[in-house]
């Protein structure tokens, strides 16, 4: 049931949305039954509205109805594969820009939240805010020293704001699920989570100076791409000071072309920072679109890009990322069977799926891409494609898999735009394969196992009583799934095989002791102490695990 005190929102909404000719939209989704009855109140839209495309409508509207909205239009253009695909492009060109609110405002709120008086902070604060949007502001400061920075401040009350808002959407969100009739694939609940997450994320500034430095770190050489600096005396859940850069938005070909830089060389290297970001340091820019991406004017030999505004960042579970780059590399091969048998394999959709079907589906959608020159091909729309075929299958899609999609859009955005006859296939496919070489090579993976090893020894004495435990509980009825025999017998072979480590480990780490022992004290001769040392190793041997079949 509808509460009544959003009823007047909920009408201003349906206004708007008729007010911009989205009558199918408001009939469509029930978001309010009775305005049927009142529809002949409200004015026809203008001949110049009706004229427009419906996806550019939808972005006027929702424009009209708020910074929150425009939020939810932005998260709604990362789903391509539940909005035709002419909503989505409209959708990804709102802009979260409202007019500043008062500079001394700013002010005072910087003051209570660094507990300090301005002056005593920083050498000068411009009240004039450099820009604005719906979350926070931003202002230019210096500090003491003479370094340049910029003070992002929150708007003030835009919690209470936000969380109004929020409850509005929840509401539209359970009555377009429960009347919409496609709400099962738009899914509308999901996307509403999403803002509501993604907001709340943006209002803790200090988590966005955590993914700024965490970022920076990643690529400390400021080679390729540079991260301002995080001034964390300064920085608080309600104000941030960063470092300030210069340079121009990465869609500023002019600019770029007059200071003299290498734009193909630019677009390339766009190209390998995304995969880098992604399966090297498996932390990524999420908002990726040319106004958080910059270029450096001043480094003409070797630009770089300068990333701002970390607001939005994905990171992917280990399994997915491997699944991901494997998906990518099968994908790069055109090895159709591969992609089916990932998909299944990654629990990505159910194991009943016949991969035959899946493969031809597949190749149905890639196909026709292969017979572009590959300049023309572009991997984000064969994703998005791919994620839509799938979805007949009952792909099971992560958000983070979202947000990754949406990123890719973004670089291949600007790489296209940085050089149009650029080869992405070409860049990107040696970039994963080095990557993956290295990531899942013999020495990664032993470091690995190095790492992992103190927590295996610890948690191997449990295992016969944890195994004892779930056997007892299958035995009473407590637990109602069918026991798996096969993966019985494999749990109790690892449990003995760990024992077996955990003694052998044990035993060679104490002849190795007595080896160095006798090495030490032995006036002469030192074979006691090498065969001590062998004995060790091999009783260490003794104890690792076998690969099995």
Not at 158 to 179: C, F, M, Q, S, Y
Request: hydrophobic content about 50%; some cysteine; overall charge neutral.
């Amino acid at each position: 049931m509808t509460p009544l005190r959003l009823l007047p929102r909920l009408m201003r909404v349906a206004a708007i949305l008729l007010k911009y000719d989205l009558d199918d939209l408001v009939d469509g989704a029930h978001l309010f039954r009775p305005l049927k009855l009142i529809r002949p109140l409200f004015p026809s839209a203008p001949t110049d509205i009706r004229a427009l495309p419906r996806g550019a409508r939808l972005r006027l509207a929702l424009t009209d109805l708020g910074p929150i909205f425009v939020k939810a239009g932005q998260v709604l253009s990362t789903r391509r594969d539940l909005v035709p695909a002419d909503i989505a492009d409209e959708l990804a060109l709102l802009q979260d820009q409202v007019p500043p609110f008062p500079g001394a405002e700013a002010r005072a709120i910087v003051e209570r939240e660094l507990k300090a008086s301005v002056t005593t902070l920083y050498s000068s604060f411009d009240e004039t805010a450099l820009a604005s949007a719906s979350i926070a502001q931003v202002h230019a400061a210096t500090l003491h020293d003479g370094r340049a920075v910029v003070v992002k401040v929150l708007r003030p009350g835009i919690d209470k704001r936000i969380a109004r808002d929020v409850d509005l959407l929840h509401t539209l969100g359970e009555l377009a699920n429960r009347w919409h009739p496609n709400a099962d694939k738009i899914r509308p609940l999901e996307v509403v989570a999403e803002v509501e997450k993604m907001l709340s994320n943006e209002l803790d500034l200090q988590r966005e100076g955590a993914s700024a430095s965490l970022l920076r770190r990643n690529f400390a050489s400021g080679v390729d791409l540079y991260v301002p600096e995080v001034h964390w005396e300064l920085s608080t859940e309600g104000v941030l000071t960063l470092e300030r850069v210069y340079g121009v938005s990465a869609d500023d070909i002019a600019a770029i072309d007059a200071a003299g830089l290498d734009r193909k060389h630019l677009a390339e290297k766009g190209v390998r920072l995304f995969y880098e970001q992604v399966f090297r340091d498996n932390f990524f820019h999420a908002d990726a679109h040319p106004g958080n991406i910059w270029v450096d004017l001043a480094r003409v030999d070797e630009p770089r890009f300068i990333a701002l505004d970390f607001g939005i960042m994905g990171s992917l579970p280990e399994a997915d990322q491997y699944w991901l780059a494997e998906n990518f590399i099968a994908l790069f091969e055109r090895d159709y069977a591969r992609i089916a048998q990932l998909h299944v394999a990654a629990g990505w959709m159910p194991s009943t799926v016949r991969l035959d079907e899946l493969e031809a589906a597949v190749r149905t959608v890639c196909e026709p891409y292969f017979t572009r020159p590959l300049a023309q091909i572009s991997i984000a729309e064969l994703v998005v494609k791919l994620f839509q075929t799938a979805r007949k299958f009952e792909l099971t899609l992560q958000p983070q898999l979202i947000l990754l999609q949406k990123t890719l859009l973004n670089i291949e955005g600007v790489g296209r735009m940085l050089d149009p006859e650029i080869d992405i296939w070409a860049v990107a496919h040696p970039v994963l394969r080095r990557i993956l070489r290295e990531r899942y090579s013999l020495r990664a993976t032993l470091r690995d196992v190095r790492r992992r090893l103190p927590q295996w020894i610890h948690t191997a004495p449990q295992a016969p009583e944890l195994l004892r435990d779930a056997l007892r509980q299958v035995a009473s009825g407590q637990r109602h799934q069918v026991a798996d025999p096969l993966a019985l017998a494999a749990a109790r072979d690892d449990a003995r095989r760990m024992r077996r480590l955990v003694a052998c480990s044990l035993l060679g780490a104490s002849l190795l002791l007595c080896a160095a022992l006798v090495g030490t004290l032995a006036a002469r001769g030192v074979w006691p102490a090498i065969v001590a040392a062998v004995a060790g190793v091999l009783a260490f041997a003794a104890g690792w695990p076998r690969r099995v079949g």
